[in-house]
């Protein structure tokens, strides 16, 4: 898919074109950039704003991040995509955020029950007593 095309699907998602900013783990971090491996480096349409950088991540199926870098004197603005999500930091002439997919699979994976395994824990670390445990199934137990 073109860089033109991914400027198209910006505009089209209805959720973005109003002004509305993601949220959760789709959220865009104003005034954050990543560093790491980058798997492009675009200027020109995708670099229009944000939102094209988001598209250009979005049909790159070896993106798991992005930073969008404002143009500034001598610098034209700039899309980067990244190979890993790592950790944001702060850069005030910066914006970034999460692959669609990879937000996607975090908030899907954010609403399932937690299992018996991590009730247990979460329950000894709330200072209540855990329940007793069997490990009757388990090898070498």
């Given at each position: ?130 329940p007793p445990r069997d490990d009757s199934g388990l090898l070498g137990g």
């Open positions: 898919m073109t860089l033109l095309a991914a400027l198209l699907l910006s505009l089209a998602q209805p959720a973005l074109s109003d002004g509305a900013a993601p949220t959760g783990a789709a959220a865009i971090e104003d005034g954050f950039a990543r560093r790491g491996a980058v798997v492009a480096r675009l200027d020109g349409a995708a670099a229009l704003s944000v939102l094209a950088c988001r598209s250009a991540c979005a049909v790159n199926q070896n993106c798991q991040a992005y930073t969008w870098r404002r143009p500034l004197p001598g610098r034209e603005a700039r899309c980067d995509l990244h190979a890993m999500a790592l950790t944001p930091f702060p850069d005030p002439g910066a914006a970034t955020g999460l692959s669609p997919d990879l937000a996607a699979r975090i908030e899907a994976a954010s609403d399932r029950a937690p299992t018996a395994r991590e009730r247990e824990a979460l329950s000894a670390v709330d200072g209540g007593e855990a």
